[in-house]
Every structure is written in structure tokens, then in C-alpha cells.
């Protein structure tokens, strides 16, 4: 009740939830209260969870945060929303993001931009920053999120909240609107490691309905995060705290690796050599499945329809004309291109090479390590407007978190301090494949 109210009072000047159904979201608390009464009740039921607005939910109004899908009601629920309600947690809302997760500071949404409850003239991040927002101003206690190339680390670091995207697999994709779907990984954000630990085991479990869901052994993420860092290696990537890397985003992390320090942890420096790679990698890899995925809108089955068209191919090329914003079609376009003939194997062949360069390199650090720490963006959370017309400078601010979506791996963002404008830092941690408890641990202990 506490967070509805809240939710309802400043989401106007916040705009970090797309849509909020009072009524639903009483009849689900309603549910829980009955099977709290009953007995069938789980240690999660009732909590309420904000929803990014791209995992399709029964009933729900679902809009990838795209006027495509602005009267999208979805017949069924993902994977997530199914195992969320299956715990008894209660839908707050469905939250902002940038259309079909394609941004880093939530301005493309069709829905308007998010602000940071921080400071409102700057970002939220994104493409998450409805979910990171909803947390960091307390309009709810956890929420989901995705992330592809960083929309859960970044956001949660612009907003100083912990958010966590898991080794890719662990979590379905079904029922999560597809971006890129090699990269597209779902996951929580929470104000602490401890929460964000709770909802990710809700989240992830094996589902055959997605072709790459890991069947593996349901873990307990909360099970490690009592447990002392003395002896855990964490290693620094060079490549991470060198140029393009702002004074007091620097400094705001070297006080939280001397703070792991004093927790027993071993700090070594590691190599990632080719980290500079992974921003052209990414933007051709995740745009290539972007435009192939981005397809299905076609007016036809479900989603916009532009009115007024001239033949088929017309109302398929005026609904798309409509439904899409610039950023979207500037993905579709670039993605088509670099899979055309003539095109493929300079572009989009290349690319999945560097791919593998990049996950080997991280491998390579891992044998020296335990953990990689360091930022997750080069800066604070930067104005609203400055980068909305310079695409290429927001994509270089991508350039610690793609790496680990390339790769595969398990990354968080955890709160880190201020930096010199008073805005939040986070520090990204980093663990090899199915490390989720040990990041989730490193992240408890330093909170
Ligand atoms: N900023 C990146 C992009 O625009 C990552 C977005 C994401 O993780 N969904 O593609």
C-alpha cells in the first residue's frame, strides 16, 4: 500500500512507470492475502515488484516502451512474471524504458524521459532506468530489468541501487520482448545484494519454452553472502582505469577497492586487452539481431497499424514508419546492412570474432582472479539532452559494461559512493560463469 501510494504521488514528475493499475495490483495483493490466510503462502508473498515493461504479462498492458506496442495488452506472461506470481509477489506497475531497450539514458522512450530522483535534470540510464528509478525513490522495494549490452548495471549505477545481470541462461528469455537475443539477459535490482539476491532466485530457473535456458540445479543466491572476503582475489582490469575514465568516478572506486582491501580481499592487476573492441563488436552484433527480431512488427498481428496506407507492403512500411522511433530504426537499418551480402564478412563475421577474442580474454583474467572489479560507466550520470543527438558518444559510454554481455558472464552494479556533481557511482563486479552467489557475496559484504 505504502509503495502504491508512493508510486502513484510522484510518478508524475518521475515517469518511471508506463502504466499503473491500481485495481490489479490490489486484486493481486488481495491473492496473496488469501493465501497468506490459507497457508499456501511462500517468504515472499506479498512483496511488491515494479515489471520493466518488456516482459509480456497477462492482461497487462506491455509496451517495450515503443508506440508499436502502445496497445499491446499481452495474452500471456513470461517466464519471469510466471514464477514472480508463482511466489505470491504483487505487480506495482510496469516501468519506463528505452524503446525495445535500445539506449543508455532512457530518452528514447515513447513515453517520455525518465529523471534520476537524485538530481532531475540528470539521466536515469538505461535502458532499465524506469526499474533503477522505481528503487532509488522508493516507489518500490524491487524490480525487474534486462540487460544487453549494460541495462541493469548502468541504470543501477546513475540511480546508487544494486542490480544484478546473471551468466546468460540462467534466466528464460520467454516472454521477454527480444532485443539482441544472444546478449538479452533478465535480472534484478534491489537497494542491496541481499534483496537483489531473493528476487534473482524467483527470476532464474530452467524453462524449455527458450531454446538457450540452462537446465541446471535451482541454486540458493543468498546462500554465500555471509561469507568473509579474506583470501578472494579480485582483480583490476588495466584497460578499465585508463583514459576516458572520469577523476572522481576513479576515485570514488579506488576508496571502495581499499575498502575491499581492508574486507581480506587480495587485489591483483589483470588485462583485458581487447576491451576497446567490444563497442564496435556490440553494435553491429546486437543490431543484427535487433533487425531480424524487430521483423515481427509488421502491423499484422498484433501492435500498431497505421491507418491510412496504399497495399500491403505500404501498410507494412507506414506502420513501421510510425511505430518505430530514431534510434530503433537506426538499429534496423544498421543491422541490415551489416548482414547484407557483400557486407556480412566484413562487418557482422568480424565482429563474432572479436566476440570470442573478448570472452577468451576474460577467461585469461579469471585464471589471475577471482573476481574483475572496476566502474561501470566512464562517468556520473550525465544531463538530460546532452547526448540525445549524438548516438555515437552515448554508445561509447557503454564501453565497461558490453564485455560481459559479449562474453556471456555474470556482472552487478553496486553503489560506490558520490562523484564530484553528487551523483551516484557504481562499482561493477564481475564473475566467471555461474558466480552469482560469489558476486552476490562480494556485494553484501562491502554494503
Ligand atoms: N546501451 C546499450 C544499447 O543501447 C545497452 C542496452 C541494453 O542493455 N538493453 O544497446
Redesign the pocket.
Same mark, same amino acid.
Given at each position: 500500500g505504502e509503495f502504491l501510494a508512493r508510486a502513484k504521488q510522484y510518478n508524475g514528475e518521475l515517469n518511471a512507470y508506463i502504466t499503473l493499475d491500481e485495481q490489479k495490483t490490489l486484486s493481486e495483493a488481495h491473492d496473496a492475502d488469501v493465501r497468506r490466510a490459507d497457508g499456501t503462502a511462500g517468504p515472499l508473498t506479498g512483496i511488491p515488484v515494479a515489471h520493466k515493461d518488456i516482459f509480456c504479462q497477462e492482461g497487462w498492458l506491455t509496451t517495450c516502451g515503443s508506440k508499436m506496442l502502445g496497445n499491446f495488452v499481452s495474452p500471456y506472461s513470461a517466464h519471469v512474471i510466471e514464477q514472480c506470481r508463482a511466489a505470491g509477489l504483487v505487480t506495482l506497475g510496469r516501468t519506463n524504458m528505452?524503446e525495445f531497450?535500445?539506449? +543508455?539514458s532512457n530518452e528514447n522512450s515513447a513515453f517520455g524521459p525518465v529523471k534520476n530522483p537524485w538530481d532531475k535534470n540528470a539521466v536515469p540510464g538505461? +535502458?532499465s532506468g524506469g526499474s533503477a528509478v522505481a528503487v532509488a525513490a522508493r516507489l518500490a522495494p524491487i524490480a525487474t530489468g534486462?540487460?544487453?549490452?549494460? +541495462?541493469i548495471r548502468?541504470p543501477a549505477a546513475f540511480c546508487g541501487v544494486t542490480g544484478i545481470k546473471p551468466t546468460y541462461g540462467v534466466v528464460s528469455r520467454f516472454g521477454m520482448i527480444a532485443?539482441a537475443s544472444s546478449l538479452d539477459q533478465g535480472g534484478p535490482f534491489a537497494k542491496s545484494a541481499e534483496d537483489c539476491a531473493l528476487l534473482l532466485n524467483v527470476m532464474a530457473g530452467f524453462d524449455e519454452r527458450d531454446a538457450t535456458s540452462l537446465q541446471r540445479e535451482r541454486e540458493d543466491y543468498s546462500r554465500d553472502l555471509e561469507r568473509p572476503l579474506a583470501g578472494l582475489r579480485i582483480g583490476l582490469p588495466r584497460e578499465y582505469f585508463a583514459d576516458g575514465l572520469a577523476g572522481d568516478v576513479a576515485a570514488a572506486i579506488d576508496a571502495a577497492i581499499a575498502e575491499y582491501k581492508k574486507l581480506g580481499a587480495q587485489i591483483v592487476e589483470v588485462s583485458l586487452p581487447n576491451t576497446r573492441l567490444a563497442i564496435p563488436s /556490440?553494435y553491429v552484433i546486437?543490431p543484427a539481431e535487433a533487425s531480424s527480431n524487430l521483423s515481427r512488427f509488421d502491423g499484422v498481428r498484433y501492435g500498431h497499424r497505421a491507418a491510412d496506407f496504399d497495399g500491403l507492403v505500404g501498410m507494412y512500411e507506414q506502420t513501421r514508419a510510425e511505430g518505430f522511433g530514431w534510434e530503433v530504426k537506426r538499429r534496423i537499418l544498421t543491422g541490415t546492412y551489416v548482414l547484407s551480402h557483400g557486407y556480412y564478412d566484413a562487418y557482422y563475421l568480424q565482429a563474432q570474432k572479436i566476440r570470442r577474442i573478448i570472452a577468451n580474454d576474460f577467461q585469461a583474467a579469471f585464471r589471475d582472479c577471482d573476481l574483475i572489479a572496476g566502474p561501470v560507466a566512464p562517468t556520473t550520470a550525465w544531463n538530460l539532452g546532452e547526448k540525445s543527438d549524438d548516438p555515437v558518444a552515448? /554508445?561509447l559510454a557503454?564501453i565497461y559494461?558490453l564485455g560481459v554481455?559479449l562474453a556471456g558472464l555474470p556482472g552487478m552494479s553496486v553503489p560506490a559512493g558520490f562523484g564530484a556533481d553528487g551523483r551516484p557511482v557504481g562499482l561493477q563486479l564481475i564473475g566467471n560463469y555461474f558466480d552469482e552467489a560469489r558476486l552476490l557475496n562480494a556485494a553484501h559484504r562491502f554494503q
Open positions: 528505452d531497450a535500445m539506449g +543508455s538505461g +535502458s534486462t540487460d544487453t549490452g549494460g +541495462s548502468q532485443y /556490440y546486437a552515448m /554508445y557503454d559494461t554481455n
